[in-house]
């Protein structure tokens, strides 16, 4: 028995061997792609080097239920041990207490294969509480909520089964070995977008950072996981499970605490950011779940790229279509993203000078559709720092940032604080003086919210507003 | 009408006519030309036409050595609003943040003592003119230098049917005309003709608006140039043009002085204590967010929320980060 991956699900199978009279043969029927396929060859190699008998009769293995597709090689263990019990060498009983996942190498040991966290999890879910798999995965599949038996090799399995072998127990995972992310103290100067990193921090928005190169903006947009709280248990779990079954988890570290972060590069196809593929794997927006999907260079992106985040940015999800079924990535992340001004990049640098033609300028405004824009709640414009600033000591580390932005989502958790009618006024006056959309309108509701929160105010007053204001898309990106 | 046959005549042949042609082909032309035919075409498209020798042309317009034969008028003024003191406000397509805050305020500031701001929609100082004047709610006069039907530059549409609900989009070139390099020179010298001065606001050397500063120093008009920095490209034009002997424009109340006009009273700013010391420091020079937050103490938020408070009040502009005082 084990569990085949559809999307992030994790779908049960039970793996049935057969042996009768006839001509030796072995068949595996049950939808099985090519990779599950050629299992045939390694179970049968793995059984013989592991000094086992390999029944010389008809052998069919049958993968149930028969119309789900299966790919991977991690059935390879699953179909070795279920020969063994048809054929009485390990007793029926006992396997079909454990569920069981991993690659057979020819040699007969036992090799990690991704997803051991979600089929695990999906073990624990139809009642078996021991999974037998490589040791690599140990770590992991005790993550799902089972316990772990790690063997090395198919005769390790064996020995278990037999009740000759107690494996060694799994070491827990080390939560203080996950590295630091970069710290805000590095960055000198900056104070406005440093605000807007808090205010994007405390309220979950998204930010788009705007300046000519070498002002600071990718290395703000790497500190904010710095600054935000550590995942919840529930939120760890999704984390995992995703990353887990997009094979990422690292198996010495598979316990995930921190929030993600990731940075694709701006060659990225659309598939690799929102996730794709025949048996479909989640994408970069999938594996920032929880956390922070950076976009450096955002108008580099190729549009349909763009636009397929869209979708995720307004729901927290993807779905994808294929013929055999439709799969869901949550992909609930914040989107940080950067660019320059113009693509000679010399717009907004008071050294340089920009050369674009007014042609070159508008096709690289109209790479972000307004629709991509209106994501952004935060758009700050990072000017060239003076050097007395980079000259300037070091700057307020995350640490204590870490606990305002804390403090503000816990009140924003409680109670959303609601604007007093000044500050209503306020924000009906700039929509009729500024160029602000419906759109824009809430946008700026939502960060006066935060900023009110980050207060510690009990309600939004003009000054929360008009800080807000500060951050709206500005005229220059409009075309 | 002789004009009207001349100026469609010119658009059917892709020439520019000076005077009147003596050929045999003209006068083919104007033979078979019924100009109330053309005149009810003309109103269909909600166009019309003003002949040069139309008591309502232009006064300063006619005086030039080149007049056009007529204009085509877009738009719903009264085409008295021609006849009104007009400025001139020309500058550069491509031009700095600077340039184009100034263009805006000069055009706001303009329009709002009384001044028809007159200029030729192209991208850059030229279309932040025409906005500065709409945003005054002022009058102001865009010169194509093709058909009036031919929004051209596109990017420019919107702010041409906006330019044609209150004031006048003009070309002397007929409806249908195609924009083309020769021609934009040509315009040059209706907005330069039409105007008592000229204020250069951001040139190159060798840019169109210059043409536009000698066509009016021609005509004995008024020139103004805004400073530049000495060390950018982008002023050479301008700054020459001081050395040449320009008036230097400091404030929108120069060119009112030589109308005679005296300048609006400003309106009384109402801002926070906060808000008055960021301004204070805002006009001693622009300054982006961070180097204010330096000068005046002020957090980052509560910066943001001064300078919003200024902005919303008009005594700021942001544009790429920096911040600017205006005048």
């Known amino acids: ?479 | 009408m002789n004009e009207l046959a001349l100026a469609s005549f010119a658009a059917a042949n892709d020439a520019h006519l000076v005077g009147e042609p003596r050929s045999a082909r003209f006068a083919a032309f104007k033979a078979g030309f019924d100009s109330a035919v053309e005149l009810e075409r003309l109103r269909a498209l909600g166009f019309r036409f003003l002949a040069r020798s139309d008591p309502g042309f232009p006064t300063l317009l006619r005086a030039i050595h080149d007049p056009p034969p007529g204009l085509f008028l877009r738009g719903e003024a009264e085409t008295a609003l021609l006849a009104r003191p007009a400025v001139a406000i020309v500058g550069a397509r491509a031009c700095s943040a600077y340039g184009r805050q100034i263009a805006r305020s000069l055009g706001r500031e303009l329009a709002a003592a009384g001044l028809v701001v007159v200029s030729g929609l192209a991208r850059g100082v030229d279309a932040e003119a025409h906005r500065g004047a709409l945003e005054a709610s002022g009058t102001t006069a865009a010169v194509l230098g093709c058909g009036i039907d031919r929004d051209y530059p596109a990017a420019n549409r919107e702010l041409a049917r906006q330019i044609a609900a209150t004031g006048l989009v003009v070309s002397e070139y007929a409806p249908g005309v195609e924009p083309a390099p020769w021609r934009f020179p040509a315009r040059n010298r209706i907005v330069a003709g039409l105007c008592a001065a000229t204020v250069v606001v951001e040139a190159r050397e060798r840019s169109g608006a210059l043409i536009s500063a000698d066509f009016a120093l021609e005509e004995g008009r008024e020139v103004f140039a805004v400073p530049g920095e000495i060390t950018s490209a982008l002023s050479a034009g301008s700054n020459a043009l001081l050395r040449l002997g320009a008036t230097p424009l400091t404030c929108a109340q120069d060119v009112l002085e030589s109308y005679g006009i005296a300048a609006p009273e400003p309106p009384q700013l109402e801002v926070g204590a906060t808000a008055a010391t960021v301004l204070e420091r805002v006009r001693e020079s622009a300054a982006g967010a961070d180097e204010l937050a330096r000068a005046t103490g002020l957090g980052a938020g509560e910066l943001a929320a001064a300078l919003t408070e200024l902005e919303l009040a008009g005594a700021v502009t942001q544009e790429e980060g920096i911040y600017r005082a205006c005048s």
């Open chain 1, 1 to 479: 028995m084990t569990h085949a991956l559809v999307g992030l699900e994790s779908r049960r199978v039970e793996v049935e061997a057969h042996i009768d009279g006839g001509l030796p043969g072995f068949a595996i029927v049950g939808l099985a792609d090519r990779a599950c396929a050629e299992a045939k060859h390694r179970v049968r190699s793995g059984i013989c080097s592991a000094q086992l008998e390999w029944p010389l009769k008809r052998i069919t293995v049958n993968l149930a239920p028969a119309g789900l597709r299966k790919e991977g090689s991690g059935f390879d263990l699953s179909i070795a041990l279920a020969v063994l019990a048809a054929s009485q060498q390990v007793s029926p009983e006992r396997l079909a207490e454990h569920a069981a996942i991993g690659e057979l190498a020819l040699d007969g040991r036992v090799r990690p294969v991704r997803g051991a966290f979600a089929v695990a999890e999906g073990a624990r879910r139809s009642g078996l509480d021991r999974i037998i798999c490589a040791p690599e995965s140990a770590c992991e599949a005790e993550l799902g909520g089972v316990e772990a038996i790690p063997v090395r090799h198919l005769a390790e399995a064996v020995a278990y089964l037999r009740g000759e072998l107690r494996p060694p127990p799994v070491d827990p995972p080390d939560e203080a070995a996950e590295p630091d992310p970069p710290d805000l103290a590095d960055v000198r100067g900056q104070e406005r977008a440093r605000r807007a990193l808090e205010l994007a921090a405390t309220g979950g928005h998204n930010l788009l950072l705007a300046g000519p190169p070498g002002t600071g903006k990718t290395m703000l947009g790497r500190r904010l996981p710095s600054i935000l709280p550590p995942l919840e248990p529930r939120e760890a779990l999704e984390v995992m499970r995703i990353h887990s079954v997009a094979g990422v988890l690292p198996p010495e570290q598979p316990l995930i605490t921190r929030r993600p972060f990731r940075a694709p590069h701006h060659s990225a196809s659309t598939a690799a950011i929102v996730g794709g593929g025949a048996g479909p794997r989640p994408g970069e927006a999938s594996l920032a779940h929880r956390g922070v999907l950076l976009l450096d260079e955002l108008p580099e992106f190729q549009r349909p790229v763009l636009e397929a985040l869209r979708q995720p940015l307004e729901d927290g999800m993807i779905s994808i279509a294929r013929a055999a079924g439709q799969a869901l990535f949550p992909a609930r992340f914040q989107l940080v993203a950067t660019m320059n001004l113009c693509p000679c990049a010399g717009r907004g640098d008071p050294a340089a000078e920009c050369s674009c033609s007014p042609q070159r300028l508008a096709a690289f405004r109209d790479k972000l559709s307004r629709a991509l824009l209106d994501r952004f709640d935060l758009i700050v414009t990072v000017p060239r720092p003076q050097a007395e600033e980079l000259a300037a000591g070091p700057s307020e580390p995350s640490a204590p940032v870490r606990e305002r932005v804390a403090a503000g989502r816990l009140r924003l958790s409680r109670v959303l604080p609601a604007r007093t009618a000044e500050a209503d006024e306020l924000l009906s006056r700039a929509v009729e003086r500024l160029p602000l959309s419906g759109r824009g309108r809430a946008r700026v509701a939502r960060v006066a919210r935060t900023a009110a929160a980050l207060a510690g105010a009990d309600a939004v007053l003009p000054e929360h507003v008009a800080e807000a204001l500060a951050y709206r898309s500005p005229k220059e990106l409009s075309v």
